[in-house]
């Protein structure tokens, strides 16, 4: 039930604030956006009409990015 509260509240959110995700060549389909909220990532697209949701899974194992603020990382990987 928490789940199902938590696609809610993000969808209500998007009908309002439809570009808040962030847009980027890495995602795994041309002209989705992207916005992570408490452990998942939805992606989405924007039509004339809808917001999509095409995928949600969990963030919590998504690898790095950018740099670590570990200070033994390793800038040379």
Same mark, same amino acid.
């Given at each position: 039930m $928490?789940? !199902?509260? /938590?696609? +809610?509240?993000v969808r209500r959110d998007?009908? /309002?604030h439809s /570009?808040?995700?962030f847009a980027s060549?890495? !995602?795994p389909i041309p002209g989705l +956006? +992207? !916005?992570i909220r408490d452990g998942? $990532?939805?992606d989405y697209r924007l039509t004339e009409r809808f917001?999509?949701?095409a995928a949600i899974s969990s963030s919590v194992n998504t690898p790095l990015t950018g740099p670590s603020d570990d200070p033994d990382f390793?800038?040379?990987l």
């Amino acid at each position: 039930m $928490r789940f !199902l509260e /938590q696609v +809610r509240s993000v969808r209500r959110d998007l009908e /309002q604030h439809s /570009q808040a995700g962030f847009a980027s060549d890495d !995602l795994p389909i041309p002209g989705l +956006r +992207r !916005l992570i909220r408490d452990g998942y $990532r939805f992606d989405y697209r924007l039509t004339e009409r809808f917001i999509e949701v095409a995928a949600i899974s969990s963030s919590v194992n998504t690898p790095l990015t950018g740099p670590s603020d570990d200070p033994d990382f390793d800038y040379e990987l």
